[in-house]
T-cell receptor, first 118, second 114 residues
Framework: KAGVTQTPRYLIKTRGQQVTLSCSPI?????VSWYQQTPGQGLQFLFE???????NKGNFPGRFSGRQFSNSRSEMNVSTLELGDSALYLC?????????????????FGAGTRLSVL | KNQVEQSPQSLIILEGKNCTLQ??????????LRWYKQDTGRGPVSLTI?????NTKSNGRYTATLDADTKQSSLHITASQLSDSASYIC?????????????FGTGTRLKVLA
């Protein structure tokens, strides 16, 4: 069974540009979450999708957006890139819909897309 | 303020030795606490998930403990192996009015030497 696939693995952009990252979840998984990881801030939650609907959102500006398609694949878009957006962007998938209590779902992470903004 | 603090920031041990990593949190309300292992260049891998009522959870040589009263968790690694060299991340989740939040610690970087 293939794991979570993120493309591209590496990306270099300049300030002001926009970027779209892609995530293909594990087959059968319907929930996809996105995270930003930087050396200074560590991992931070961006948003979570289930059945093409955004179910949860972290504290990021509106320049960060995402969507999920009917096949559960997800894309994340960052517009008007800033130097501080340089980070590893991780996608995780899980089988069940997001829970708001208890154990929650086991998430399986992809290897990430490393974005460098120059 | 919701925070998760991990200690130590980094740790070096010899192969075969045991070690314990700490995680203190102030996240409220609390739903669950997770420990992840992240190898360099890879995404995190889930080790354990514990809810409020669970105080110990094991996964092979990894044992996590949770004290919900003092808001502390630890991850104990027994008989360390070279492959345990990685970053270990503590994540606390909580839900308010149907909105879920994930608060991550900055991790402990473990290096196991032969």
């Amino acid at each position: 069974k293939a794991g979570v696939t993120q493309t591209p693995r590496y990306l270099i952009k300049t300030r002001g540009q926009q970027v779209t990252l892609s995530c293909s979840p594990i087959s059968g998984h319907r929930s996809v979450s996105w995270y930003q990881q930087t050396p200074g801030q560590g991992l931070q939650f961006l948003f979570e999708y289930f059945s093409e609907t955004q179910r949860n959102k972290g504290n990021f500006p509106g320049r960060f957006s995402g969507r999920q398609f009917s096949n559960s694949r997800s894309e994340m878009n960052v517009s008007t890139l800033e130097l501080g957006d340089s980070a590893l962007y991780l996608c995780a998938s899980s089988f069940e819909q997001p829970k708001t209590s208890g154990r929650g779902n086991i998430q399986y992470f992809g290897a990430g897309t490393r974005l460098s903004v120059l | 303020k919701n925070q998760v603090e991990q200690s130590p920031q980094s740790l070096i041990i010899l192969e075969g030795k045991n070690c314990t990593l700490q995680c203190n949190y102030t996240v409220s309300p609390f739903s669950n606490l997770r420990w992840y292992k992240q190898d360099t260049g890879r995404g995190p891998v889930s080790l354990t998930i514990m809810t409020f009522s669970e105080n110990t959870k094991s996964n092979g040589r990894y044992t996590a403990t949770l004290d919900a009263d003092t808001k502390q968790s630890s991850l104990h690694i027994t008989a360390s192996q070279l492959s345990d060299s990685a970053s270990y991340i503590c994540v606390v989740s909580g839900a308010t009015s149907g909105t879920y939040k994930y608060i991550f610690g900055t991790g402990t970087r473990l290096k196991v030497l032969a």
